[in-house]
């Protein structure tokens, strides 16, 4: 079972497709699946550029940031800047401006997939945000897949990084997932060992997809699940 985001989500599809016996089931993220647009590519080669002249600076972080979160959290004059894209401005000084640039260069690179989401023979769980730069990513993926084991969950008033963003809006559809291969079985006493939400504390209607910002569409599994 593996789970990755945007670029990490670009390697596990590879891995999944190459290596099949070896891989379960996959949680991806805002997943890149296709060569880049000649937009993103020029967008990438501005950042390659500033990052190999004149290091993380102002102007490429703001760029990173704006490529991986929403508008809603990266905040503007009428509001702040939240704390989770705060904390990534702060990583972002501490890495190595070469490192990221190599990172930038190699998924600028990046070759297309779809003749390789053929070969998967995994259930497909996915994750995007609706403001993601990665969406129409997302959704091509999803539409290539056998739609009998790939679900598509969209987050409402998100970005890329679903996990960072709004990562409650991840643990019903993953629950949901994990019961497909018998990993979770909820009980109607307990609540789940994987999410802080208890039904006996909250109403039901606030469980519902669209009071959690999520649209699903159904998760079909192989085999019935046993009640």
Request: glycine letters at 6%; charged letters at 20%.
């Amino acid at each position: 079972m593996c789970l990755g985001a945007t670029a990490g989500a670009y390697i596990l599809t590879l891995f999944a497709a190459k290596y099949r016996e070896r891989v379960l089931g996959l949680v991806l993220v805002s997943p890149l699946c296709r060569a880049p647009t000649w937009t993103e590519w020029l967008y990438s080669k501005v950042e390659s550029n500033l990052l190999y002249y004149y290091g993380m600076c102002g102007l490429v972080k703001e760029s990173l940031l704006q490529r991986f979160f929403s508008k809603e959290v990266r905040g503007c004059s009428e509001s702040p800047e939240s704390d989770i894209v705060q904390a990534c401005r702060s990583l972002l000084d501490q890495r190595q401006s070469m490192n990221v640039w190599q990172f930038v260069q190699t998924m600028n690179g990046r070759y297309d997939l779809t003749e390789e989401l053929k070969q998967l023979q995994c259930r497909t769980l996915i994750f995007v945000g609706e403001n993601s730069q990665f969406h129409a990513e997302a959704v091509h993926m999803t539409a290539k897949l056998d739609r009998r084991y790939c679900a598509l969950v969209e987050v409402q008033a998100c970005g890329s990084l679903v996990t960072e963003e709004q990562p409650h809006a991840m643990l019903i559809p993953m629950e949901y997932f994990f019961m497909g291969y018998g990993l979770y079985k909820p009980s109607q006493l307990d609540c789940s060992p994987r999410s802080p939400l208890s039904p006996s504390c909250i109403s039901p209607e606030l469980l519902s997809p669209e009071s959690m910002g999520v649209k699903l569409k159904p998760i079909k599994t192989r085999a019935r699940l046993q009640v």
